[in-house]
């Protein structure tokens, strides 16, 4: 197995050298994707990143504003990758400390923090199903405005789960954005016996914003079959990424998949606090890391996916590596 650290040299001489991909279906329609991700999952329950919801739509392949088009030509990620479709999303990400039964929380624990937003961005893609670029802006609230609180006890209080009592030492309102960008580029892929493939695909980018600063470096092997019809199931940021399209198929596909990525973050208002007003903070670590494990199934115009995340400590003080879980849904119009 080639070594991530070498593949840049090598991944012209690993592509020829391997045999190509099975042929890609007809181009996709429209794609619809619902993630879940929550530490109830084999976790700790109600802990620092205790929730993310996120829904999003992508065209159909090409079908792109000709507005969107005249400016995407600018960019570099458009030069070698003549496909492109234009997504949508809504989401929201909730945070906590360790300990939600104190009316007063520790303040050298996390704080609350919720994060409403909206996003809308571009994929770009070739036909040889080697490279996937992303371009993303999210504009949204922090704080109250989030309704992180009301979303948190309301599903606590239906499912009788312990009252979180600390919400009103939560980070202060802040109108939030980020610019994301990211890229996975496929280096290695190899057939194997019995019908299956490998790969790998390593990933790196970048976020800038008052929400979260940082650049990224990762990558993912995969086991399984048709690898070519997407890059991953999709993730909520920060994580690794996975792709929302996919190409469906007529027959049962599937794979496993484990990776790692680092984080080298300048900000993080969740740790950080609010970025022009007094409010609960702890001291942020600069690097953190996760791993992840997990398996997707597709079948026609559907495909499921889940991860098991566990995550580096975030701050110091942290007792611990957080654990959580993450569910997906994509559907194909």
Request: charged share 20%; net charge negative.
């Amino acid at each position: 197995m080639l070594p991530l650290w070498a593949a840049p040299a090598l991944a012209e001489e690993e592509r020829a050298a391997q045999p190509a991909p099975a042929a890609r279906s007809e181009a996709t329609g429209p794609v619809f994707s619902a993630q879940f991700e929550n530490d109830m999952f084999f976790g700790s329950s109600d802990r620092h990143y205790t929730h993310g919801s996120r829904l999003s739509y992508l065209t159909g392949e090409d079908d792109v504003p000709d507005r969107v088009l005249d400016w995407v030509h600018y960019l570099p990620m458009y030069e070698t990758q003549p496909h492109a479709r234009f997504s949508l999303s809504l989401g929201q990400s909730i945070f906590t400390p360790s300990d939600i039964s104190k009316t007063v929380p520790d303040p050298t624990d996390r704080p609350y923090a919720g994060w409403l937003y909206g996003g809308f961005g571009l994929v770009t893609y070739g036909d040889d199903g080697e490279r996937r670029d992303s371009l993303e802006l999210a504009l949204g609230v922090v704080g109250p405005w989030s309704q992180a609180e009301e979303v948190q006890t309301t599903w606590h209080d239906w499912f009788n789960f312990r009252e979180p009592k600390g919400w009103e030492y939560q980070i202060k309102n802040e109108p939030g954005v980020m610019l994301s960008w990211d890229t996975q580029d496929r280096w290695i892929y190899q057939e194997l016996p019995l019908g299956l493939e490998w790969d790998v695909t390593p990933n790196w980018g970048a976020t800038l914003g008052n929400v979260m600063t940082y650049a990224n470096v990762g990558g993912m092997v995969r086991l399984g079959t048709a690898l070519d019809n997407d890059f991953g199931p999709p993730r909520i940021r920060p994580s690794l990424p996975g792709s929302g399209f996919f190409i469906s198929r007529d027959v049962f596909t599937w794979y496993v998949f484990a990776g790692i990525e680092g984080r080298a973050v300048g900000r993080n208002i969740f740790l950080d606090g609010n970025t022009f007003r007094d409010s609960p903070s702890v001291d942020r670590r600069n690097f953190v890391g996760d791993l992840q494990a997990g398996f997707s199934m597709g079948w026609n115009d559907v495909r499921i996916g889940y991860t098991q995340i566990w995550r580096s400590r975030e701050y110091r003080g942290q007792d611990s590596p957080d654990l959580f879980g993450a569910v997906s849904l994509s559907l194909r119009f």
